[in-house]
């Protein structure tokens, strides 16, 4: 089982960034994915999560209207488009996969908000 962020990088404020996470080793299409992140000195936090169909979508309250989950159940990769953001985004962003009997992480990717 693998999940492969990338697109984290340093942006200025109200910049945007896309993260990418590519799954691999189990069925994409029957799991629940999230974004999460924990910023320096802060717990991991869920950031947004995707139904495994794609129609159902949930948001932490401090990124409702800035950021946008999507999913690719074709290409087994989930995204997150992030406007707006802001120095408090800050964080490593960390991508997850949910079911009832699975629950796996990715590395995570970097993103940091600094002019």
């Known amino acids: 089982v693998q999940l492969v962020e990338s697109g984290g990088g340093l942006v200025q404020p109200g910049g945007s960034l896309r993260l990418s996470c590519a799954a691999s080793?189990?069925?994409?299409?029957?799991?629940?994915m999230s974004w999460y992140r924990q910023g320096p000195g802060k717990e991991r936090e869920l950031v947004a999560r995707i139904s495994s169909a794609g129609d159902s979508t949930k948001y932490a309250d401090s990124v409702k209207g800035r950021f946008t989950i999507s999913r690719d159940n074709a290409k087994n990769t989930v995204y997150l488009q992030m406007n707006s953001l802001k120095p408090e985004d800050t964080a490593v962003y960390y991508c997850n996969a949910k079911s009832f009997w699975a629950d796996y992480w990715g590395q995570g990717t970097q993103v940091t908000v600094s002019s």
């Open positions: 080793g189990f069925t994409f299409r029957l799991y629940d």
